[in-house]
């Protein structure tokens, strides 16, 4: 596994007992549509990791990382309400960077050069298994959204724009493939 940046993030898994399993893809997948398509899975299994930061008098940014599935679009009042940060705001790409210590794109849920707080999407409980990158725009790993938040240390709270229309309730193993899922393609976010 030549890439230092999918070291960090199987070695950071690796110590909480966690052995990922890496699949490189042929082609780059900067956004959760291109890695949807190159796996060959529904668009709301892909795990996106949104950096957001809070302001901090004189100290800087905390980031807080989201990990939101694929159809899902955060709601920035809403993560404002679920974190306590009135004033949080996306990462610049720059930020996101600096903070994690991954390239836009290729973000990982874990592994990050700072401990970060994280909250996830309860729609990533609708699949048994979802894939999220694992430090490149090119390496990705399936996980159960279980793992994926004992992995994460996360809180579970609803942070997206809207509720998927005709799924059953979020958080069923059994959801996966029966929901249509509407694909967002507008704006930073899909
Ligand atoms: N490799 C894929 C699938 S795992 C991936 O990393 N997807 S992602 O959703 O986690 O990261 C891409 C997302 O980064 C984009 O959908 C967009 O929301 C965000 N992004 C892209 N450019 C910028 C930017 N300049 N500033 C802040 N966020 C950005």
Redesign the pocket.
């Known amino acids: 596994m030549p890439d230092p940046a999918v070291r960090r993030v199987v070695e950071a898994a690796a110590r909480k007992g966690v052995d990922l399993r890496v699949v490189l893809l042929g082609a780059t997948?900067?956004?959760?549509e291109?890695?949807a398509l190159a796996l060959g899975v529904e668009l709301g299994q892909?795990?996106?990791?949104?950096v957001f930061v809070a302001p901090r008098d004189g100290a800087g940014h905390e980031p807080v990382l989201c990990l939101v599935s694929g159809v899902n679009r955060v709601d920035i009042a809403r993560l404002a309400a679920v974190v306590g940060e009135p004033a949080i705001r996306?990462?610049?790409?720059r930020e996101?960077r600096d903070l994690t210590g991954f390239t836009?794109?290729?973000?990982p849920p874990v592994g990050h050069a700072h401990a970060v707080r994280v909250v996830m999407d309860p729609d990533l409980g609708r699949h048994r298994e979802v894939?999220?990158?694992a430090g490149t725009?090119r390496a990705?790993f399936p996980v159960a959204p279980a793992t994926l938040r004992a992995l994460t240390n996360a809180v579970m709270a609803p942070i997206a724009d809207e509720p998927i229309a005709g799924g059953p309730p979020a958080g069923t193993a059994d959801a996966a493939g029966s929901a249509p899922h509407a694909a967002s393609s507008s704006g930073?976010?899909?």
């Open positions: 997948t900067h956004t959760a291109d890695a892909i795990v996106k990791s949104l996306r990462a610049t790409a996101a836009i794109g290729g973000i894939w999220a990158a725009d990705v930073p976010d899909s």
